[in-house]
């Protein structure tokens, strides 16, 4: 799932952009501090996340939209885009999703989530040292 707590209502990657060919050109509000802390958040989580995946043949994460209950493909440089245009902007423009995605290439947010402390836990109980602590989340380092 998209790092839902971090957007504003239902923003997803695929709502409108503002201007003349996409409706009212009213700027949206800045982002809250709190907010911009997530957002930045999620960029390096994402990051973290395509590392990962990338070399596995995942290309992107799954969004399911509130607007049109269907799920949406979003690759990796699309999604970076997003997060890096609502830091900027406050918002999300308009994208084309992939045409006639393999579903199987893609995977949420949670499911990519749980993938990096996987590795996370494997490469700290595998530490030379023997220490074994409690393994981290990317949002809490």
Known sequence: ?????????????????????????DAPPPLTMEERAGVLDDLAELEVFRTLLEPTGIKGIVVDCPDCDEEHHVDWALMQSNLRQLLDEGQTGRHEPPFDPDPDDYVSWDYASGY??????????????????????????
């Open 116 to 141: 990096a402390d996987g590795v996370a836990a494997m490469a700290e109980h595998e530490e030379p040292s023997g220490r074994h602590g409690g393994g981290k989340h990317a949002r809490e380092e």
């Open 1 to 25: 799932m998209i790092p839902v707590g971090h957007y504003r209502g239902a923003v997803t990657p695929f709502d409108d952009a503002s201007g003349p060919d996409f409706g009212p050109a």
